[in-house]
């Protein structure tokens, strides 16, 4: 029985392909679905290793509201969802999220931002897969 659905979000369309299955699977299980995305404190827009303090505040504003939108949307067809940003590395704290909160299933799309390549899963979704606990649902993108 799900109970938790984890749904970790870049802010790309590519990444917003694992929505239509979250809804098929909420018609079956009475999961509660969670929106995540992570703000990386070390990945500056220009490259850098750090973000500017103007940048970092722009960034999070604009990646709560994304998200907020998303919630938003999924509510008009009747689901129910938190979004939660977090700060800190990408797969790190998504992995921490899934232990701490009893997530019982993560939904992920196979790429994100960095667009579809020739390798069947992007860098991040392979490592989501090593680092979390949760069943996993990869949907191809």
């Known amino acids: 029985m799900l109970k938790h659905i984890l749904v970790p979000l870049d802010g790309?369309?590519?990444?917003?392909a694992v929505l239509p299955h979250v809804h098929a699977l909420l018609s079956?299980?009475?999961?509660?679905?969670?929106?995540?995305?992570?703000?990386d404190p070390t990945s500056g827009a220009d490259g850098?290793?750090?973000?500017?303090?103007?940048?970092?505040?722009?960034?999070k504003s604009e990646m709560r509201a994304y998200l907020d939108t998303i919630a938003a949307r999924m509510a008009q067809q009747g689901i129910l969802a938190e979004a939660v940003l977090l700060e800190g590395r990408i797969v790190e704290s998504?992995?921490?999220?899934?232990?701490a909160n009893a997530v019982d299933l993560l939904i992920l799309s196979s790429h994100g931002?960095?667009?579809?390549?020739?390798?069947?899963?992007?860098?991040?979704?392979?490592?989501?897969?090593?680092?979390?606990?949760?069943?996993k649902l990869v949907v191809h993108s």
């Open 28 to 39: 079956v299980f009475q999961a509660r679905v969670t929106l995540v995305h992570v703000v």
């Open 48 to 59: 850098s290793t750090r973000v500017a303090p103007v940048s970092w505040h722009i960034k």
């Open 113 to 135: 931002q960095g667009g579809c390549e020739e390798l069947p899963l992007g860098n991040t979704a392979q490592r989501l897969l090593a680092r979390c606990g949760a069943h």
């Open 12 to 16: 790309s369309p590519v990444a917003e």
């Open 94 to 99: 998504i992995a921490d999220f899934v232990r």
